[in-house]
């Protein structure tokens, strides 16, 4: 029995993989936006400021920008994905199946999180490549925080796939909930300096955590100094993920 | 034909959507191998019936039983042994057909040959393409290969044949019957009353919600509706008087070209036709044409709701 759920859940897990691949417009926007918002940013910050970025975490660092972007466009795809799905009726014939509801969404939590992780190479490669010296941070730690923070923004993903009325909206609706997180984040300005409103409000959102974090693993201090950070972020992939079991609309 | 063992029972089922009753009191039964049909308009309750005895709604009332099994409470078993096609259901875009086969047979603990049932449905072809390129006929043919992949005991196949051009709705209707032919049992919910009469052993008439009548579609037809009508052309201009004198109803009699007449003659019972061709045959009147009507499911739905169909 569990063998035959493990079976379906990677043959689902695989030909999602394979669907995504074949759209050529998600795909490349997936992979290659943040990479060229990271070197867009890395030549205009200049390869000296981009080293000092690195050591001294500047508020605005476009590798973090770009491992959030990365974040936050995983996301908007599978809301996407999900309301498509839904309103064509393909989430109510998967769930016909012997297949769990868990299984089914996710199958596309894995999916986003592998092509994060691509993302994330291709972003490794091209700052090591472009702006040699600058790219110091330890990869394993920094991609190990984008998975954590990514999985944590997606759970809020399915909150916002339900709330999304019809496949049209998604694209809109997806940008003005999660676009928004970025400017409340800390990546511009620090979250001290806000509205005492808007920090509690960043205080619940996960890219504010996923931020601070990416920032930690940046500038050298590490998971040891932002667990509260990840401890946040994981209560808020319980939230999140609890709250969306109840208002996700399979149909 | 059809042996009488049960396998779909619905006792007293009522599903209520906020203040509307969408199924209201419904009581069925579905025998062992035979096509049965629930039939009525759009938005009656057929689909809302068919997804609750499939265990995908939970009635507000009644008992479900299909296979021996409670839809909600055995939902796991009961997926092993039924097979389900959606009403106007998609894939994934860009799923290649034979993706799709491969995931749903990872599913199942008991599944047949994908290419052979590919090929049994015409879409061997087809493999390497991606259901968006599918035709409407082609989608529904895959419908039905996903839901036949694990040799169900029971199929159930919503509004088929919906949206597709009459030369496709014939070649669904073949698989139909071949499926009812290897012993399979399927419920099918149609709004197309020829549809209904061309597959089904049995149907059940539904409107608003409610159960208005349940047999097979001659029973139906010869209980509701038992007139027939003859129509014939001939030049013979007393033929009414004869017809009245051997006691036939002469309906209707209209002039056609040059001094022939048309004549319609009504009547109820197996014999009336029977009756009017031997007085044709007895009195030597020749005859130019020559047609029977007889009623079918669709007059049936008239008369025992008092509009057609598609009102």
């Known amino acids: 029995m569990p063998a035959r759920i493990l079976r379906g859940f990677w043959k689902l897990t695989w030909v999602e993989t394979k669907i995504f691949a074949r759209e050529p417009m998600g795909f490349i926007g997936t992979l290659a936006m943040p990479v060229v918002l990271f070197v867009l940013f890395g030549r205009v910050l200049g390869a000296g400021r981009l080293a000092s970025a690195a050591k001294v975490s500047l508020p605005f660092n476009p590798a973090i920008l770009a491992a959030v972007v990365i974040a936050i466009n995983a996301v908007q795809s599978l809301v996407a994905i999900i309301s498509i799905y839904r309103e064509g009726g393909i989430l109510k014939r998967l769930r016909a199946t012997p297949l769990s509801p868990v299984t089914i969404l996710g199958a596309h939590v894995v999916v986003k999180l592998a092509f994060t992780l691509v993302s994330l190479g291709l972003l490794v490669l091209a700052g090591r490549r472009l702006f040699p010296g600058v790219m110091q941070v330890n990869v394993f730690s920094f991609a190990m925080a984008v998975l954590l923070g990514t999985l944590s923004i997606l759970s809020l993903g399915f909150v916002v796939a339900s709330l999304v009325p019809t496949a049209r909206f998604a694209q809109p609706i997806g940008a003005a909930v999660l676009y928004p997180m970025l400017a409340l984040s800390g990546l511009f300005f620090p979250v001290n300096r806000l509205p005492r409103a808007l920090q509690a409000l960043a205080f619940v959102l996960p890219t504010t955590h996923a931020v601070a974090l990416l920032q930690g693993v940046w500038d050298g201090s590490g998971w040891s100094a932002h667990w509260l950070n990840a401890v946040a972020l994981l209560v808020l992939f319980a939230v999140y993920t609890s709250l969306s079991t109840r208002v996700f609309r399979w149909e | ?311």
Not at chain 2, 57 to 71: A, H, Q, Y
Not at chain 2, 73 to 102: M, N, P
Not at chain 2, 134 to 142: D, F, H, I, T
Not at chain 2, 194 to 212: F, K, M, P, S, Y
């Open chain 2, 1 to 311: 034909m059809v042996d009488k063992r049960p396998v779909i029972t619905v006792s007293n089922l009522v599903k209520r959507y906020g203040h509307t009753v969408a199924v209201n009191d419904v009581s069925l039964e579905v025998f062992e191998g035979e096509i049965f049909g629930l039939i009525g308009p759009n938005g009656a309750g057929k689909t809302t019936t068919m997804e609750c005895v499939q265990g995908h709604r939970v009635p507000d009332k009644g008992t479900i039983s299909v296979l021996g099994l409670d839809p909600r409470r055995d939902s796991a078993a009961l997926r092993q042994r039924i097979g389900v096609q959606h009403q106007e259901a998609h894939l994934q875009k860009r799923i290649k057909v034979w993706e799709a086969v491969d995931l749903w047979q990872s599913l199942y603990t008991r599944v047949v040959d994908g290419d052979a049932l590919l090929t049994r449905l015409g879409l061997e072809a087809k493999r390497d393409a991606w259901f968006m390129t599918l035709s409407g006929g082609q989608k529904q043919r895959l419908f039905i290969a996903l839901a036949l992949i694990h040799e169900p005991e029971v199929v159930f196949l919503d509004e088929l044949t919906t949206g597709l051009d009459p030369q496709a709705r014939r070649a669904i209707w073949g698989l139909v019957t071949g499926i009812r032919e290897r012993g399979t049992t399927v419920f099918l919910t149609t709004h197309l009353m020829e549809e209904a009469e061309r597959l089904c052993d049995r149907v059940a008439i539904i409107e608003h919600g409610r159960l208005v009548e349940m047999g097979s579609p001659e029973e139906l037809v010869e209980k509701h509706c038992p007139e027939r009508t003859v129509v014939f052309t001939t030049d013979d201009a007393n033929i009414a008087e004869r017809m009245q004198a051997m006691g036939i109803d002469v309906a209707a009699v209209e002039r056609a070209q040059g001094n022939a007449s048309t004549f319609t003659v009504r009547g109820e019972g197996d014999d009336f036709v029977t009756d009017v061709i031997n007085c044709v045959a007895r009195e030597g009147i020749r005859v130019r044409g020559f047609r029977t009507e007889i009623p079918t499911l669709e007059d049936v739905f008239l008369k025992l709701t008092g509009h057609g169909i598609r009102d």
